[in-house]
């Protein structure tokens, strides 16, 4: 079973700062992507970022030049990097692995963790 637990959300002012971590554990498995996801309450869970294993990058607009996803050196950590944070940024962020396992397809979403940007 393949589990992810995400970590690094808290509080900060606008302007802040925080880094995001998903790590992955359990069974053996292929990965073929990892996105960010996150809700606001009262709002549609949406796409933030998504990293495939080739390393190619894809950003929300709303979040473009501001966040960075990427790869541990253990290849089984993703991070968030978030700068310049907005207020509009608050939500619950979400990590969500797509790959196989065995000769199955794995989808598997950690249980997120809260990011809050205040004034």
């Known amino acids: 079973q393949v589990q992810l637990v995400e970590s690094g959300g808290g509080l900060v002012q606008p302007g802040g700062s925080l880094m995001l971590s998903c790590a992955a554990s359990?069974?053996?498995?292929?990965?073929?992507?990892v996105e960010w996801y996150r809700q606001a309450p009262g709002k549609e869970r949406e796409l933030v970022a998504r990293?495939?294993?080739?390393?190619?990058?894809n950003y929300a607009d709303s979040v473009k030049g501001r966040f960075t996803i990427s790869i541990g050196n253990a290849k089984n950590t993703v991070y968030l990097q978030m700068n310049s944070l907005k207020p509009e940024d608050t939500a619950l962020y979400y990590c969500?692995?797509?790959?196989?396992?065995?000769?199955?397809?794995?989808?598997?979403w950690g249980r997120g963790t809260l990011v809050t940007v205040f004034s």
């Open positions: 969500n692995l797509k790959g196989i396992s065995g000769d199955r397809p794995l989808e598997v």
């Open positions: 990293i495939s294993s080739g390393g190619t990058t």
């Open positions: 359990g069974s053996i498995f292929t990965i073929n992507a």
